[in-house]
């Protein structure tokens, strides 16, 4: 089974900085490793997407973090990263990683979820 583990959430007030980080395991990712992104989830609020990276590194982000949040990834590691700065309390919310992957040549293009991280900013 593929399994994506998100780490660095936490608790901590407006303006400080997280890193977060999701390893993608046990899966096989020979074919293809595609676009991997980050989500999350406020109360009462659907998912959004917050960034994504293509395997290229091209990205994209949602006009609210521009400027402070930072996708990147290592396909050396099958690791998506998360760097958020000058956080607001607005970002509050339960932070999930996404994968596309295509595990064989003959399969279509999966996506594949982690679990979540909680990161609450306070004010």
């Known amino acids: 089974q593929v399994q994506l583990v998100e780490s660095g959430g936490g608790f901590l007030q407006a303006g400080g900085s997280l890193r977060l980080s999701c390893a993608v395991s046990g899966g096989i990712f020979s074919i293809r490793l595609s676009t991997m992104g980050w989500y999350r989830q406020a109360p009462g609020k659907q998912r959004e997407l917050v960034a994504d990276i293509t395997s290229g590194g091209d990205t994209n982000y949602t006009d609210s973090v521009k400027g402070r949040f930072t996708i990147s990834r290592d396909n050396a590691k099958n690791t998506v990263y998360l760097q958020m700065n000058s956080l607001k309390p607005e970002d509050t919310a339960v932070y999930y990683c996404?994968?596309?992957?295509?595990?064989?040549?003959?399969?279509?293009?999966?996506?594949?979820w982690g679990r979540g991280t909680q990161v609450t900013v306070s004010s």
């Open positions: 996404n994968a596309n992957l295509q595990l064989y040549s003959w399969s279509n293009l999966v996506a594949y």
